[in-house]
């Protein structure tokens, strides 16, 4: 059973953690006032901050040695196929550095993903956040205690990997403009999405300029079951598109069309975003929006190493962000609108 965290202390004293954080190492950044409340919270609950020694001594050269690092990383839904080559990039690139990578499936919830940090926080050097479901201030409370890079989120004064949506949400627009289509609907998915809020906000206000009507649908959840509802309600709508919230929806999406009589694309065409492998193994295959995930899992844990070495130096690492190329990938389930 582990004992109070930084977090416990905040909810006690009514602060954020960070000033939890500031009243401990740098007390004179906060009022007295309030580091005496964060104080008594702390007694209250026999709290003390964590001192993790960095180095240890071998016994028979006397040199410091590091300690081995170890990394959480926390995926927002392990089940989803989108999320394996970007676990697979992180874990090769954290053994490369003789870092242990702990993963975390927070299932789509957000107070299951808020109980897990909070468990993790006395035994882990950093934190890696795919798709966080988090509030923003509690993204920032941990960034100021722990070194965290969130990915597919962008937070201002954090330290963050996406992909560049502007320029993959341009790529779908004028691809359904070319193919004659003047109507689209997208099928959203949990309105905790960072990134689903963003490729909405993309898709909308650019439709104009391909002179494209845009429609939202849902939330639905991720999941190819949720395509029955979703392409119910697409349908109804009208139009002669559907742009899912990720590539599992997109296929349940296309199931029912099917079921339901309509062609794909022939009456219906329909993106997808991700590229998960699965794209290529429906019929038709999916047209879906991709990019080096990858890549994307192993930049995170790079970043997240930059910020421990700068911190054991006493350094305050500077937020970076990181944006990574996206590529349309057109296959069959997209096609000339119908007359």
């Known amino acids: 059973m582990t004992g109070p965290s930084i977090y416990d202390v905040a909810e006690r004293a009514g602060v954020a953690a960070s000033t939890v954080s500031r009243a401990f190492a740098d007390p004179g950044r906060v009022t007295d006032a309030t580091r005496a409340r964060v104080m008594t919270a702390a007694a209250e609950l026999d709290y003390a901050p964590r001192q993790r020694p960095r180095r240890r001594t071998g016994p028979a050269s006397g040199r410091s040695e590091e300690r081995p690092r170890t990394v959480a990383m926390l995926v927002s839904d392990i089940t989803n196929p989108h999320y394996f080559e970007l676990i697979r990039g992180a874990e090769l690139r954290a053994r490369a550095s003789g870092t242990t990578l702990v993963l975390v499936n927070c299932e789509e919830s957000t107070q299951i993903e808020l109980e897990q940090v909070r468990g993790l926080t006395s035994t882990v050097d950093g934190f890696v956040m795919a798709a966080s479901r988090l509030p923003d201030q509690q993204l920032r409370d941990l960034a100021a205690e722990h070194p965290t890079v969130l990915l597919n989120r962008d937070l201002p004064g954090t330290t963050s990997v996406t992909l560049d949506m502007a320029s993959g949400c341009r790529q779908i ?6 193919l004659g289509h003047r109507s689209f609907t997208y099928c959203a998915g949990p309105p905790s999405s960072w990134m689903g809020a963003t490729r909405w906000r993309m898709l909308s206000e650019g439709a104009r300029q391909y002179d494209l009507e845009a429609h939202r649908m849902g939330p639905y959840t991720p999941t190819v079951a949720s395509g029955s509802s979703a392409a119910d309600a697409a349908l109804r709508v009208g139009g ?4 899912a919230h990720n590539d599992l929806l997109a296929i349940g999406i296309m199931r029912r069309l099917s079921d339901r009589g309509l062609d794909v694309p022939g009456d219906v065409s329909v993106v997808g975003f991700d590229n998960i492998f699965a794209a290529t193994l429906v019929q038709p295959s999916l047209t879906t929006l991709g990019g080096p995930i990858s890549d994307a899992g192993r930049r995170a844990v790079e970043l997240l190493m930059s910020a421990l070495d700068a ?14 190329p996206v590529e349309l990938v057109v296959r069959d389930s997209t096609g000339p609108a119908p007359s």
Not at 173 to 178: M, N, R
Not at 240 to 243: E, M, P, R, S
């Open 311 to 324: 911190r054991r130096r006493g350094a305050q690492p500077p937020a970076e962000q990181v944006a990574m």
């Open 173 to 178: 627009l004028e691809h359904l403009s070319s």
């Open 240 to 243: 002669t598109a559907v742009v």
